[in-house]
């Protein structure tokens, strides 16, 4: 429960929506974080959307939000200006005067652990899920340094505050092995302990602990300008991931095959579609599933390369109906709001239970942009 003497901040918000969705689980190309507004401000009413659009942001303004997190990211592509003469200007220029941050977690969202994806698996009660597209997560490097018994705590101090020392939940982690370093100091040489022209014996450290590899020449640099010697030995080597249950997409399996009809009709159903497409043969059973929510196109090769029966996703292009069936693969179109909406409620439901004291809800003005003709009289 949030403390009343320190309320639940925007930072407060990013930071546990980072620890569910990491961001560096994101495609490449995303936009995702904290993208509009204050980490310092204060929270108590936040809104979660598909989509930032004109009825999302009226019903924020009107509801005195003061934080939207966003399936969708704003602010997708670069802009040159910014004004009320166009739709996304407006929309932008009232969220600013409103004072309300946005948040976008996306396709690390879709991706996560308990994510979207993860969500569909399980409204459809499938088996033996796995990633369609594993992921071996962000690479870790280590880093060994051997320093003076003077040196030690400055420079663990130093390498963990630049970012060194995270293994999952816990942080500040190392190890530490007493030896002896020899060293030989040239007429060049302005050594900080012993004499130069002799070799010099020195009781040492062996400090090891581990690094994100985007972060190394930072944390290198945060050793260099701890360490009293002149020429720190240190050895960085990158580590091979041990495998990860993270990545893109899903692929499980039913409790037991049934049609492609039927399965169409099973995530009409399930998804509370407006209406659903598929792609090949009506009476083909289908068991093994792939899924990708939103627009899934570029995991087709993958639910291929899978084995899989059928593959369920929002929307795809013309040319991969005809290169799904060409390759003996089902396709199950349910639409782009179907498969990612029912994520942004439960991350709503999930906000809301770990802060009990704020109002958070998704948004209750947000519909589908397509509409369905279901019967012609």
């Not at 396709?331 to 179907?338: E, T």
Request: with cysteine; net charge negative.
């Amino acid at each position: 429960m949030p403390d009343s003497n320190h309320p639940v901040s925007v930072g407060d918000v990013c930071d546990f929506l980072e620890e569910f969705a990491p961001n560096y689980l994101a495609a490449e190309w995303d936009n995702v974080g904290l993208l509009m507004g204050e980490r310092a401000s204060p929270v108590q009413r936040i809104q979660t959307c598909l989509t930032v659009a004109s009825d999302v942001v009226a019903e924020a303004v009107d509801e005195r939000v003061q934080m939207i997190v966003s399936h969708h990211p704003i602010l997708f592509r670069g802009i040159k200006r910014l004004t009320t003469s166009d739709p996304e200007g407006r929309m932008i220029w009232d969220l600013v005067r409103a004072g309300i941050a946005v948040y976008s977690p996306h396709t690390s969202f879709d991706n996560t652990k308990g994510g979207i994806n993860e969500i569909l698996t399980g409204k459809l009660e499938l088996m033996n899920v796995s990633p369609l597209r594993k992921q071996t997560g962000e690479q870790q490097c280590k880093l060994v340094v051997f320093v003076p018994n003077a040196d030690l705590a400055g420079v663990a101090d130093a390498v963990f505050g630049a970012g060194a020392g995270i293994i999952g939940k816990y942080s500040q982690c190392s190890f530490r092995v007493a030896g002896t370093g020899t060293f030989f100091g040239s007429e060049a040489a302005n050594p900080t302990i012993g004499q130069i022209g002799r070799r010099e014996e020195v009781s040492e450290w062996r400090l090891e602990t581990v690094c994100p590899a985007t972060q190394v020449d930072k944390v290198i640099a945060a050793m260099r300008r701890s360490h009293s010697y002149e020429e720190p030995a240190f050895d960085v080597y990158p580590l091979r991931s041990g495998g990860s249950t993270l990545g893109e997409g899903r692929l499980g399996r039913l409790p037991k095959a049934i049609s492609l009809r039927s399965f169409a009709r099973k995530v009409k159903d399930k998804l509370n579609a407006q209406s659903v497409h598929f792609v090949g043969e009506s009476e083909r059973q289908v068991e093994r599933v792939a899924i990708s929510c939103g627009s899934g196109g570029a995991l087709l090769a993958d639910a291929i390369l899978e084995k899989a029966d059928v593959f369920l996703t929002g929307e795809m292009r013309y040319h991969d109906y005809l290169h799904a069936r060409e390759r003996g693969i089902g396709l199950v179109l349910a639409g782009h709001y179907a498969t990612e909406r029912l994520g942004v409620e439960a991350l709503a439901q999930r906000m809301q239970e770990r802060w009990r004291d704020l109002e958070v809800w998704s948004s209750r003005r947000e519909r589908d942009p397509v509409s369905a003709v279901l019967a012609i009289d």
